[in-house]
């Protein structure tokens, strides 16, 4: 019989570990519920935060606007401040006027890059990019304002009063569209504004195409919560 023989070289390796097979894949039944369970918790992930995602997208658009009013209102602040507490009005023999006229004044002393504040994406009042308007700099022409303006007011009148708003029924002013496409419609049935007071609201309109808070119809002209000199003007058409 023979003996076994020992190898006495150095780091020969002849008595180093063979490496382990590596043992097949196996798929079991636990793998496969693990899986399905993954697919199953990201398509209830997708169910529910898309939709609100989309939910989302839409108030952007509304927290903007109420973002643009208010730095319009803080604008006519600082001009109050240079002319005794009092906003700007309509210039003599503007006539009927509109906001622009108002808002022209507030350009481009109190206020520059002025194109991007007044305007508003989707609205029929400014149909055009903000790339495309042409106007004249320091001009705000029709075309290029969003905004409806009260006119009369100051900062001593009642702070509830509305100061800027959405641009409203290019007939009547203080009502909103119900028509898709028309000016004053509003795609997400609610409209921005700004009180005297410097509080702003995005509020629902109700079927009518009105703003109705606690004070009753916020923008009723004469008798109702405004008074004679307390006009609202739509932006130029």
């Not at 319009?72 to 109050?80: E, G, H």
């Not at 507490?85 to 507030?106: D, F, H, M, S, T």
Request: aromatic content about 10%.
């Amino acid at each position: 019989m023979s003996q076994e023989t020992s190898c006495h070289t150095p780091g020969c390796g002849c008595h180093a570990a063979r490496p382990a097979r590596p043992q097949p894949f196996t798929v079991g039944p636990g793998f496969v519920l693990k899986c399905l369970g993954v697919v199953a918790l990201i398509a209830l992930i997708a169910y529910v935060f898309l939709p609100l995602r989309w939910l989302i997208g839409k108030e952007t658009e509304l927290t903007k606007g109420l973002r643009q009013a208010r730095f319009i209102y803080m604008t006519l602040n600082i001009y109050a401040s240079d002319n005794v507490g009092e906003y700007p009005q309509l210039p003599a023999g503007a006539g009927e006027g509109n906001a622009n006229l108002v808002y022209q004044q507030l350009v481009p002393h109190y206020l520059t890059g002025y194109k991007e504040t007044f305007h508003r994406e989707g609205s029929a009042w400014t149909p055009q990019p903000v790339g495309a308007l042409q106007s004249a700099p320091g001009e705000l022409a029709a075309g290029e304002n969003h905004y409806a303006y009260v006119t009369g007011l100051s900062r001593k009148s009642d702070r509830r009063l509305p100061l800027v708003a959405d641009g409203f029924r290019e007939d009547q002013p203080g009502v909103y569209s119900a028509t898709p496409g028309e000016r004053g419609y509003l795609p997400e049935g609610k409209a921005v504004f700004v009180r005297v007071d410097g509080s702003g609201s995005i509020q629902p309109v109700n079927e009518e195409g009105r703003i109705i808070g606690s004070e009753g119809d916020l923008f009723a002209p004469a008798p109702g919560w405004l008074s004679e000199s307390q006009r609202v003007l739509n932006p130029a058409k």
